[in-house]
């Protein structure tokens, strides 16, 4: 698990910059989890011959499923971001904020 290098945005402090950056790397993420995902489908495929490879093949099919929901949630979360950038910058050009 890799630390946080992000500090937390309050809605005073953040920039529409900020907040794009941040979904953008949010999606660099996602992408990074994905592959991840896939590695674990490939090794599903192994043809295990054993009960014990069985079964450690059904595990790595719900670990799967499990980076496949985290992927899903940061690409969700970046989108969530992308909104509130676009009414942090709505709300700046009609000088609502700053």
Do not use: K, Q
Not at 76 to 93: H, K, N
Request: net charge negative; hydrophobic share 45%.
């Amino acid at each position: 698990m890799h630390p946080s290098t992000t500090t937390a945005l309050s809605p005073a402090e953040a920039s529409t910059d900020e907040v794009r950056e941040l979904a953008r790397r949010l999606r660099l993420e996602a992408e990074a989890v994905e592959a991840v995902r896939e590695r674990l489908r490939g090794a599903m495929e192994i043809d295990w011959e054993s009960p014990a490879g069985r079964n450690f093949r059904s595990y790595l099919a719900e670990r799967a499923e499990a980076v496949g929901v985290t992927a899903f949630g940061l690409r969700d979360a970046a989108v969530s971001l992308d909104a509130y950038g676009a009414a942090l910058s709505a709300a700046d050009a009609g000088g609502i904020c700053g």
